[in-house]
């Protein structure tokens, strides 16, 4: 049996198509960007990006143009949030913020961003591989 994050298509729906799907995901990418340990819900991240229907591409791509241009600016808060974000309003910084279509930038963001990102990418894909 397939899972759904297999089907995924090459070319994701738009955010503003796909929330349902996405707000789970944002929410659980906030992590990185909350002025707190990324450790307490990085278990819990994994797991939602691991179960959710997108490829790693995908995920590679949200974190990338999607969550990083909504949740940046915390960490460059002297009293950023620690907590996390409600979810509608999660919904609409995304919906302002994300830069969906363009490609992936790498090079953005500081070295914990992208170690986080690697970090990411290597438990899900193991997740996903111990549960076939």
């Known amino acids: 049996m397939e899972e759904a994050w297999e089907l995924a298509a090459l070319e994701m729906l738009p955010p503003n198509e796909d929330i349902d799907d996405r707000l789970d995901v944002w ?34 791509a949200i974190f990338w143009n999607e969550a990083f241009p909504a949740f940046k600016f915390n960490l460059m808060n002297i009293a950023g949030e620690w907590a996390g974000f409600p979810r509608d309003w999660i919904v609409e910084r995304v919906l302002k913020k994300h830069k969906f279509g363009k490609p992936v930038n790498h090079l953005r963001g500081i070295m914990g961003e992208r170690n986080h990102w690697r970090n990411l990418e290597k438990n899900v894909a193991r997740s996903r591989f111990a549960g076939q």
């Open 27 to 60: 929410e659980a990418m906030e992590i990185f960007w909350l002025d707190t340990d990324v450790n307490i819900r990085f278990e819990k991240t994994v797991e939602i990006c691991a179960n959710s229907k997108y490829s790693l591409p995908d995920l590679d």
